[in-house]
């Protein structure tokens, strides 16, 4: 964070640190997301805007920064993202700009700083006796008050200065849901209709050791339920909606996940009962005691639990403790009714709903307002950082943050991780989009024209590759060759003059007619669609069967497709006698179209009707090997 950048121009190391060839780095903890495979976070993010929209959430983009008290209310002073993981720095007023390197200047700053104090723009503590020790400081130099002094006598000064605090206290967020409930109630929301169901998505900061799966800037994907109680709500009759809130939340992830293919994922749920007496702060003080007796044999972090949190010692992943941490009672014997009732009825709702779940009743959370529910989901190929997502019931975290009494159940997804699992079940050999077309033209003449050509097929969605203008036709087509790119467009003189573009089949679609062809100008953009389709289908096809979808073989979609229904990847949808023969058609018509081949009037028309609907239902599809993903099968 910049402290005192201003003052760089004083002395020579600015300079220096100029002149030095400097080799800059991302940070560490910090990456860059690259192609290809940011391919695979856009279908990540465009699947959870799907699924969570089919359950009726809206996005929220709160801002990435925030003033440093709302997290550590939220997430508690004695947790580690708050005591030592948060990038927090200190704003400067903006009419505070730094002073000139005179005295009179700085006489003039601190003059300025301490009128801020006065009027409360900046705090008083601490600052106050800053500022009478720089007004010290600058009287002992009065001899030389409008000389321009050497920097030596100015470092004392600046020391001072450093340590002024100019503004308030903020933090790059270590997380969101602070920020949604700080929303919630910023914007009223408790006076929308309830409950407000919101997602979000999008960077969070920790200053944790970087390994794989754990860095200082990753992403996650979440969600928040909230609802402010309205009079006469409350108590043990909202136990069965509640629960059904938890089970639905929690069979959103599932479906998220299961829609992505994910293989391997299984969910933990535990319920941490409510801070009551006779509920979790009665278990506590048991597991205290008993945590008392063993103390001896528990390593330096679980021995300071014990006072500080001791619910946080059944976190523990050392080796050691497992043993003895079986042997400490159990929450689940000490909920109290209405607890109990609320997480027999999370259970069956997901039983009702197919979602398979695992308890473990080590499952907890280490602050007062998480209550009840309370789960974990863990997917394969990461090592010790296997959760994928973390999520709770917190029913009194807007109240805490100054709003209404307010139900809320949230969940956070470390996307990072989850795409670190789906590569490590598909390994991407993707390299980047292959080009639909190539356009081009013949000479310079047509140029222009095929510029035209190219933009007009852009706007239909088709990748389109133009070599650089007055490449000789023959080492464009060489390498849109060796893109793999199938078909070339060239604009050319004499064929433009008669209403027409010259195509190149640079490889065949299944033989399906002629190589060479010219097509109607009028003709380009529904060539250009028919084009884009029978590409997308057969992208769409291979990924199914596991293959590279942006590989060429030599074989044909209507082969791919065979061997597809052949692995029976293809859902029963499909698999219906009269459909396999839409489909045959249908794949005959878009090679034979593109081959320039005369079809029935009508025949392409239903082809892109027919072929978009298809490629909608292959994207409902799961990728292969997802039968175990998630528990929706
Ligand atoms: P939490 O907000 O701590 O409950 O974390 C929710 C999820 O975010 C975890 O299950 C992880 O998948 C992910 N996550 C948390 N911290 C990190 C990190 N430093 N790097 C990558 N992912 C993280």
Same mark, same amino acid.
């Given at each position: 964070?910049?402290?005192? $950048?201003?003052?760089?121009?004083?002395?020579?190391?600015?300079?220096?640190?100029?002149?030095?060839?400097?080799?800059?780095?991302?940070?560490?903890?910090?990456?860059?997301?690259?192609?290809?495979?940011?391919?695979?976070?856009?279908?990540?993010?465009?699947?959870?805007?799907?699924?969570?929209?089919?359950?009726?959430?809206?996005?929220?983009?709160?801002?990435?920064?925030?003033?440093?008290?709302?997290?550590?209310?939220?997430?508690?002073?004695?947790?580690?993202?708050?005591?030592?993981?948060?990038?927090?720095?200190?704003?400067?007023?903006?009419?505070?700009?730094?002073?000139?390197?005179?005295?009179?200047?700085?006489?003039?700053?601190?003059?300025?700083?301490?009128?801020?104090?006065?009027?409360?723009?900046?705090?008083?503590?601490?600052?106050?006796?800053?500022?009478?020790?720089?007004?010290?400081?600058?009287?002992?130099?009065?001899?030389?008050?409008?000389?321009?002094?050497?920097?030596?006598?100015?470092?004392?000064?600046?020391?001072?200065?450093?340590?002024?605090?100019?503004?308030?206290?903020?933090?790059?967020?270590?997380?969101?849901?602070?920020?949604?409930?700080?929303?919630?109630?910023?914007?009223?929301?408790?006076?929308?209709?309830?409950?407000?169901?919101?997602?979000?998505?999008?960077?969070?900061?920790?200053?944790?050791?970087?390994?794989?799966?754990?860095?200082?800037?990753?992403?996650?994907?979440?969600?928040?339920?909230?609802?402010?109680?309205?009079?006469?709500?409350?108590?043990?009759?909202?136990?069965?909606?509640?629960?059904?809130?938890?089970?639905?939340?929690?069979?959103?992830?599932?479906?998220?996940?299961?829609?992505?293919?994910?293989?391997?994922?299984?969910?933990?749920?535990?319920?941490?009962?409510?801070?009551?007496?006779?509920?979790?702060?009665?278990?506590?003080?048991?597991?205290?005691?008993?945590?008392?007796?063993?103390?001896?044999?528990?390593?330096?972090?679980?021995?300071?639990?014990?006072?500080?949190?001791?619910?946080?010692?059944?976190?523990?992943?050392?080796?050691?403790?497992?043993?003895?941490?079986? $042997?400490?009672?159990?929450?689940?014997?000490?909920?109290?009714?209405?607890?109990?009732?609320?997480?027999?009825?999370?259970?069956?709702?997901?039983?009702?709903?197919?979602?398979?779940?695992?308890?473990?009743?080590?499952?907890?959370?280490?602050?007062?307002?998480?209550?009840?529910?309370?789960?974990?989901?863990?997917?394969?190929?990461? $090592?010790?950082?296997?959760?994928?997502?973390?999520?709770?019931?917190?029913?009194?975290?807007?109240?805490?943050?100054?709003?209404?009494?307010?139900?809320?159940?949230?969940?956070?997804?470390?996307?990072?991780?989850?795409?670190?699992?789906?590569?490590?079940?598909?390994?991407?050999?993707?390299?980047?989009?292959?080009?639909?077309?190539?356009?081009?033209?013949?000479?310079?003449?047509?140029?222009?024209?095929?510029?035209?050509?190219?933009?007009?097929?852009?706007?239909?969605?088709?990748?389109?590759?133009?070599?650089?203008?007055?490449?000789?036709?023959?080492?464009?087509?060489?390498?849109?060759?060796?893109?793999?790119?199938?078909?070339?467009?060239?604009? $050319?003189?004499?064929?433009?003059?008669?209403?027409?573009?010259?195509?190149?089949?640079?490889?065949?679609?299944?033989?399906?007619?002629?190589?060479?062809?010219?097509?109607?100008?009028?003709?380009?953009?529904?060539?250009?669609?028919?084009?884009?389709?029978?590409?997308?289908l057969e992208r769409k096809v291979r990924g199914l069967l596991g293959e590279n979808p942006q590989s060429f073989k030599g074989e044909g979609?209507?082969?791919?497709?065979?061997?597809?229904?052949?692995?029976?990847?293809?859902?029963?949808?499909?698999?219906?006698?009269?459909?396999?023969?839409?489909?045959?058609?249908?794949?005959?018509?878009?090679?034979?179209?593109?081959?320039?081949?005369?079809?029935?009037?009508?025949?392409?028309?239903?082809?892109?009707?027919?072929?978009?609907?298809?490629?909608?239902?292959?994207?409902?599809?799961?990728?292969?090997?997802?039968?175990?993903?998630?528990?929706?099968?």
């Open positions: 964070m910049e402290r005192v $950048g201003g003052l760089s121009g004083a002395g020579t190391a600015f300079q220096e640190l100029m002149a030095e060839k400097k080799k800059f780095q991302a940070i560490k903890g910090t990456r860059d997301l690259l192609p290809p495979e940011t391919e695979l976070w856009n279908r990540v993010e465009q699947m959870a805007r799907e699924v969570f929209g089919t359950f009726g959430f809206g996005e929220i983009r709160p801002p990435i920064f925030e003033p440093t008290e709302l997290f550590a209310r939220s997430i508690g002073m004695d947790t580690d993202v708050v005591g030592k993981e948060m990038y927090t720095f200190t704003d400067r007023l903006r009419e505070l700009d730094w002073p000139k390197w005179t005295f009179s200047d700085f006489k003039r700053w601190i003059h300025l700083v301490d009128t801020f104090v006065q009027e409360g723009k900046i705090p008083r503590f601490r600052n106050e006796d800053i500022l009478d020790q720089m007004r010290a400081t600058v009287a002992s130099f009065d001899r030389d008050l409008n000389g321009a002094p050497e920097t030596d006598d100015l470092r004392e000064l600046r020391d001072l200065m450093e340590q002024l605090i100019l503004g308030d206290s903020l933090t790059l967020r270590p997380e969101a849901t602070a920020s949604v409930c700080r929303a919630y109630i910023e914007h009223g929301m408790h006076a929308w209709p309830q409950p407000v169901k919101l997602y979000y998505m999008g960077p969070m900061f920790r200053r944790e050791r970087p390994q794989k799966g754990r860095y200082r800037q990753f992403y996650q994907i979440g969600a928040e339920v909230l609802e402010t109680l309205q009079p006469g709500q409350g108590g043990a009759k909202d136990v069965p909606k509640d629960a059904t809130v938890d089970a639905e939340v929690i069979e959103m992830v599932m479906t998220f996940f299961a829609r992505l293919g994910l293989e391997g994922v299984q969910l933990e749920i535990n319920s941490i009962g409510h801070a009551a007496e006779n509920c979790r702060r009665g278990y506590v003080q048991k597991l205290k005691v008993a945590l008392e007796k063993v103390k001896e044999q528990l390593g330096p972090d679980s021995q300071r639990r014990i006072e500080t949190n001791p619910l946080r010692v059944l976190d523990s992943k050392l080796e050691r403790e497992q043993a003895i941490i079986a $042997g400490l009672p159990k929450i689940a014997d000490h909920l109290c009714d209405d607890c109990k009732q609320q997480y027999a009825e999370v259970k069956r709702q997901l039983g009702l709903r197919g979602v398979k779940y695992q308890e473990n009743w080590r499952l907890v959370r280490g602050l007062d307002y998480y209550m009840r529910t309370t789960f974990e989901i863990t997917a394969r190929g990461l $090592g010790s950082q296997n959760a994928v997502c973390g999520g709770g019931r917190y029913d009194g975290l807007v109240e805490l943050l100054g709003g209404l009494p307010t139900k809320g159940i949230g969940f956070a997804i470390g996307e990072d991780r989850l795409i670190l699992s789906l590569q490590h079940q598909q390994p991407s050999r993707e390299v980047g989009p292959r080009a639909d077309v190539m356009v081009t033209s013949s000479g310079e003449q047509t140029w222009q024209e095929a510029v035209r050509v190219a933009s007009s097929l852009r706007q239909q969605g088709l990748v389109v590759y133009m070599p650089n203008p007055g490449t000789r036709l023959n080492k464009a087509l060489e390498s849109a060759n060796r893109q793999k790119i199938r078909i070339a467009i060239i604009v $050319g003189e004499s064929e433009m003059a008669a209403g027409k573009y010259v195509v190149r089949i640079l490889r065949p679609f299944e033989e399906e007619g002629p190589r060479d062809q010219q097509i109607p100008t009028n003709r380009l953009l529904l060539y250009g669609r028919l084009a884009k389709l029978r590409n997308d979609l209507g082969m791919i497709l065979q061997r597809l229904e052949a692995d029976k990847v293809l859902p029963n949808f499909f698999l219906r006698t009269t459909l396999k023969e839409e489909l045959r058609d249908l794949v005959q018509i878009l090679n034979r179209a593109l081959h320039g081949s005369y079809l029935t009037e009508g025949s392409e028309e239903w082809a892109l009707v027919v072929g978009n609907l298809v490629l909608a239902e292959l994207d409902r599809t799961k990728t292969p090997g997802s039968e175990d993903a998630g528990a929706l099968q």
